[in-house]
């Protein structure tokens, strides 16, 4: 099938691959998740693990190919760099990387570079980029896009101006399957008393690397019940988070952006803060930034 | 062989074990070193499994078997329990656990329970009560315990008056084995200026999670060396437990209880915030602390 008019968009991360194939006027006509992700491909292995992809959609040949996310880093297709920060969706366009002359492009990351301070994002900026020109984000406002690696990103006149990396989603992961800690974090992290007790101490002055092993000391002795455990833990770390990504900041709204079960949890932190959350399904987001990059090109 | 004079001394650990064959005196005889921690051991193999040290010994049966470490938690032979802060040698005499009457025991952890503040400690107690016995150490002072659990104890006329873990060794472990920094962290960590960078960084108020991603970002943007990773992240992670440990205490010396090259590590970032350390073997700490506990028992 030769479609002239249609899309390829890929969110291509180290271990997951998103898709969408999109028709006029960012109308998505099919979507697509697999576990290929860069770290599953072979090197050289890069046209087939695409061709693989569009046979998913029937074999189209799109118009265009976007793909943003690990897919541009070392251990990725091509490793694009990063775009210094203030960084405006103009940036990202001038800075596109193409694997297949207007054909199939790469979208670069952003940096920030305050010597001792220095950070990279590499997906995020689509995301919010794009959410910024759709109307889905205001162009001045703080982000939050929690996950593995959270981001707490600073938008000015629609341009991302300053950002910080949190480790809260792989601390977190590492804890519970591979640490002392494992067994009480097999449960699943919910909002209520023993996440909202987490929250606080996190967001306090507290020792993190302290406060972990008192979690494992207070339900041995019995002051804590096991099966609060991983909502506490959570709770914690989320803390931690909202403490680095808030910093000095005044802003009274935080929009937070993502998975709508991480949303929930960092809203009910925010709420604890006094700040407002506006929610915005990461999806979305980053479909919108897609769009917005395609529309420039064309 | 019989020998009704010797002793035989073990620190059973979670993965490695540890034992002494100890003649009048307090003289050692002989001394070995095995990977048979308590989780190697199947339930019921007990007994087998002490017979096989024994056996190490050519089938000694010594007058007394002492046994300290996590041989005496849920996970060990039995759990024996903590003996609550304030704790003195003769508190840990008291509640010695008897597997075998008058011949084998497993000596109790110490517990602090200060709500919310809950700490365990299995292991430590010997050699900081026995140390003190022995005029190693103090009857009052700071004694840092530094590994895979770091342990700050605070000794008062011979005491355990209290004490607080920090989960260092073991994230630092987490982080180099599994974590995205892990090619980072390949190295061994030394003293030198990135690591005392580390520690000027992990002693101030510094969001630990956030610290940890920069050490990725400064070397993809070539603002770090990568050879430093090792020793700027281990030195992050000790300023932040010494920030941990240190808390409000006015010491002007801290005794480091441990393995020489944890201890060099810990002394160089100590003598950092101006204090100075006084170093003391582990291995002499737990033969001393094991000495003094069988002395009294006989």
Same mark, same amino acid.
């Given at each position: 099938?030769?479609?002239?008019?249609?899309?390829?968009?890929?969110?291509? +991360?180290?271990?997951?691959?998103?898709?969408?194939?999109? +028709?006029?006027?960012?109308?998505?006509?099919?979507?697509?998740?697999?576990?290929?992700?860069?770290?599953?491909?072979?090197?050289?292995?890069?046209?087939?693990?695409?061709?693989?992809?569009?046979?998913?959609?029937?074999?189209?040949?799109?118009?265009?190919?976007?793909?943003?996310?690990?897919?541009?880093?070392?251990?990725?297709?091509?490793?694009?760099?990063?775009?210094?920060?203030?960084?405006?969706?103009?940036?990202?366009?001038?800075?596109?990387?193409?694997?297949?002359?207007?054909?199939?492009?790469?979208?670069?990351?952003?940096?920030?570079?305050?010597?001792?301070?220095?950070?990279?994002?590499?997906?995020?900026?689509?995301?919010?980029?794009?959410?910024?020109?759709?109307?889905?984000?205001?162009?001045?406002?703080?982000?939050?896009?929690? +996950?593995?690696?959270?981001?707490?990103?600073?938008?000015?006149?629609?341009?991302?101006?300053?950002?910080?990396?949190?480790?809260?989603?792989?601390?977190?992961?590492?804890?519970?399957?591979?640490?002392?800690?494992?067994?009480?974090?097999?449960?699943?992290?919910?909002?209520?008393?023993?996440?909202?007790? +987490?929250?606080?101490?996190?967001?306090?002055?507290?020792?993190?690397?302290?406060?972990?092993?008192?979690?494992?000391?207070?339900?041995?002795?019995?002051?804590?019940?096991?099966?609060?455990?991983?909502?506490?833990?959570?709770?914690?770390?989320?803390?931690?988070?909202?403490?680095?990504?808030?910093?000095?900041?005044?802003?009274?709204?935080?929009?937070?952006?993502?998975?709508?079960?991480?949303?929930?949890?960092?809203?009910?932190?925010?709420?604890?803060?006094?700040?407002?959350?506006?929610?915005?399904?990461?999806?979305?987001?980053?479909?919108?930034?897609?769009?917005?990059?395609?529309?420039?090109?064309?």
């Amino acid at each position: 099938m030769v479609s002239a008019e249609t899309l390829l968009f890929v969110d291509w +991360g180290t271990t997951n691959r998103r898709a969408w194939l999109v +028709g006029p006027g960012g109308r998505v006509l099919e979507e697509h998740a697999d576990a290929r992700g860069i770290l599953s491909v072979e090197p050289g292995g890069w046209d087939a693990a695409v061709a693989e992809l569009r046979h998913v959609f029937e074999d189209v040949e799109p118009r265009l190919t976007l793909m943003t996310g690990m897919v541009g880093s070392n251990r990725g297709w091509a490793d694009v760099g990063y775009v210094p920060c203030p960084a405006g969706i103009g940036d990202l366009v001038a800075k596109l990387h193409w694997v297949e002359a207007d054909a199939v492009a790469i979208v670069p990351g952003v940096c920030l570079r305050e010597p001792p301070r220095a950070d990279v994002m590499r997906g995020e900026e689509v995301q919010v980029l794009g959410a910024v020109a759709a109307g889905l984000l205001p162009p001045d406002g703080l982000v939050c896009h929690p +996950g593995t690696h959270t981001k707490w990103i600073e938008v000015a006149d629609g341009r991302i101006v300053g950002f910080r990396t949190v480790m809260t989603g792989e601390l977190y992961a590492l804890l519970s399957k591979h640490s002392i800690l494992s067994d009480l974090l097999a449960g699943e992290a919910a909002d209520g008393p023993a996440f909202r007790e +987490g929250v606080e101490h996190g967001l306090g002055n507290c020792d993190l690397t302290a406060e972990l092993f008192q979690i494992r000391a207070r339900v041995l002795l019995g002051e804590a019940a096991r099966e609060d455990a991983a909502s506490y833990a959570s709770g914690l770390l989320i803390g931690a988070d909202l403490r680095a990504g808030l910093g000095r900041t005044r802003h009274d709204v935080v929009h937070v952006v993502g998975r709508p079960d991480l949303t929930a949890l960092y809203a009910a932190a925010l709420d604890q803060t006094g700040r407002r959350a506006e929610r915005l399904d990461g999806d979305r987001a980053v479909l919108a930034g897609l769009q917005r990059l395609a529309e420039t090109v064309l």
